[in-house]
Nanobody, 127 residues
Framework: QVQLVESGGGLVQAGGSLRLSCVAS????????MGWFRQAPGKEREFVAG????????NYADSMKGRFTVSKDNAKNTLYLQMDSLKPEDTAVYYC????????????????????WGQGTQVTVSS
């Protein structure tokens, strides 16, 4: 059974940094996409960044480019989201997710394409 466990959220001042982690287990992830999404109160879940485990492709939402970086640790089966220059509007619950079917180098942007989700970790950025 696929399991995703996020950690690393917290309270940070604007301009600060956080690194989120997503530990994945339950299957081989090498041909699947993984994504980071976030959801703020009263808003829809939105794509933050994605990673193709097979070829190392990354994709970022426009507002995160240059501030957020996705990376992985194969040995730990862990995906990271390094978030720098945080803004109050980045406040949300952040989720990692992975697809049910292999996607190889393709990284879906829509949440409906992801079948497995973690429980989320809260990120709060104060002004």
């Amino acid at each position: 059974q696929v399991q995703l466990v996020e950690s690393g959220g917290g309270l940070v001042q604007a301009g600060g940094s956080l690194r989120l982690s997503c530990v994945a287990s339950g299957r081989t992830f090498s041909n699947y996409a993984m994504g980071w999404f976030r959801q703020a109160p009263g808003k829809e879940r939105e794509f933050v960044a994605g990673f193709s485990w097979s070829v190392g492709n990354t994709n970022y939402a426009d507002s995160m480019k240059g501030r957020f970086t996705v990376s992985k640790d194969n040995a730990k089966n862990t995906l990271y989201l390094q978030m720098d220059s945080l803004k109050p509007e980045d406040t949300a619950v952040y989720y990692c997710a992975t697809t049910h079917y292999p996607t190889y180098s393709y990284i879906p942007l829509r949440s409906e394409k992801y079948a497995y989700w973690g429980q989320g970790t809260q990120v709060t950025v104060s002004s």
